[in-house]
């Protein structure tokens, strides 16, 4: 397959026709690896999936003298049961993660960047899991680093798909990630797919929680996914009344978009600074991904975070 029909996978429509998880998975990872080798960030490629670095100090036998020939960089061979990270994917499967009610939501693009990653990891010889929540833990499979796992988390991503209107419930997100601090083995690599629809008065229980992750000594990521053009810019016809419908709670009110455009727009920034303030704050990685763009951003944002981890 060509570059080109490797790097159209890295887009969401082409990609969410594609029914099969596992085929998706895979495209998406290659389309990235396939734009990464012609891109700034050249640097990050994923040669330690087969190898790693050697670090002084550590015996030769593992060495790969014919990579040394080649590049005069020592590596060292990584077997098939060496895992480097234990990642736990956790997507958020609340009724507002399926927005908008055309072209492709919320869950819909987290499901296939959640795939993505896992495949990503298990590539790299590290282990994947998957926690799946709305008001409850709906699904959760610890991090293994098998391949053939890989199966059973897609099942139930396509399945969570195929069944969106089953879960009617809010999100409790809070209360999620205190359960996950202590399931999940200590030393994790943390990755929330949400599109924090939290009570803004409620922030505080919410980093109450990232903090018991952290007091844990998991890694956190979070990739906030949001339809930039009308949840955060804010562009609707200004003059046509449209109805703001609140799919957790069912709550609607009927606006003018252009009597209350610049005022939205500055509460949305303003909540959006200051939560990128506490992750700082907090030492947690935070990544808004469009769901309207391709792959590419959110998953180089996700490799670096990685090289960080085991650089």
Same mark, same amino acid.
């Not at 399926?98 to 009610?101: A, E, H, Q, W």
């Not at 924090?196 to 109450?208: I, Q």
């Not at 069912?250 to 606006?255: D, K, L, P, S, Y």
């Not at 090289?307 to 650089?311: D, E, N, Q, S, V």
């Given at each position: ?5 490797? &790097? !159209?996978?890295?887009?969401?429509k ?5 029914? /099969?998880?596992?085929?998706s ?6 389309g ?9 960030y050249?640097?990050?490629?994923v ?7 050697y /670090? ?17 960089? #020592? ?6 049961e060496?895992?480097n990270l234990? *990642?736990?994917v ?7 993660m399926?927005?908008?009610?055309t072209?492709? /939501? ?6 296939? @960047? ?5 495949? &990503? ?11 799946l ?9 610890p991090? !293994? ?5 890989l199966?059973t988390l897609?099942?139930?991503?396509? !399945? ?8 009617t419930?809010?999100t ?5 990630l ?13 990755? @929330?797919?949400?599109d #924090?629809? $939290? ?10 929680a #990232?903090?018991?992750?952290?007091? $844990?000594?998991h890694e956190?990521?979070?990739?906030? #996914?949001?339809?930039?053009?009308? $949840? ?5 016809p ?7 419908k609140?799919?957790e709670t ?6 003018l ?8 727009? $500055?509460?949305?920034k ?8 506490r *992750? ?26 990685r ?5």
């Open positions: 397959m060509s570059a080109a029909a490797h &790097l !159209k996978y890295l887009d969401p082409v990609v969410s026709k594609l029914k /099969n998880i596992e085929i998975a895979r495209l998406i990872v290659e990235f690896i396939t734009g990464l080798h012609k891109s700034p050249h640097g990050f490629s040669e330690f999936a087969e190898h790693r670095p /670090n002084s100090g550590e015996s030769l036998r593992n060495i790969d003298w014919k990579v040394f020939g080649k590049t005069d960089k #020592l590596y060292t061979k990584r077997y098939e060496e895992t234990r *990642c736990q956790v997507l958020d499967i609340s009724d507002s399926r927005y908008p009610d072209g492709i /939501n919320k869950l819909v693009y987290g499901s296939y @960047l959640a795939a993505a990653l896992q495949y &990503l990891m298990v590539m790299q010889k590290d282990a994947a899991g998957l926690t929540f709305d008001d409850q833990i709906r699904f959760h499979a991090a !293994k680093a098998k391949m053939s796992w199966f897609y099942q139930e991503l396509e !399945k969570v798909n195929a069944q969106a209107d089953v879960f419930h809010r409790a997100t809070p209360s999620i205190h359960q996950l601090s202590t399931r999940i083995p200590r030393r994790s690599f943390v990755v @929330l797919i949400t #924090l629809f $939290e009570d803004p008065t409620r922030m505080g229980d919410f980093f109450s #990232l903090q018991h992750l952290r007091h $844990e000594k956190i990521l979070i990739f906030h #996914l949001l339809d930039r053009e009308t $949840e955060q810019d804010f562009n609707l200004p003059h046509t009344p449209v109805i703001l609140d799919l069912g709550e609607e009110i009927r606006v978009p252009g009597q209350i455009k610049e005022l939205y727009r $500055e509460r949305i303003a909540f959006q600074d200051s939560f990128r303030k *992750c700082r704050e907090f030492r947690i990685d935070f990544v808004e991904a469009d769901i309207r763009q391709s792959y590419d951003k959110t998953l180089t944002d996700y490799l670096i975070k090289r960080t981890l085991i650089g």
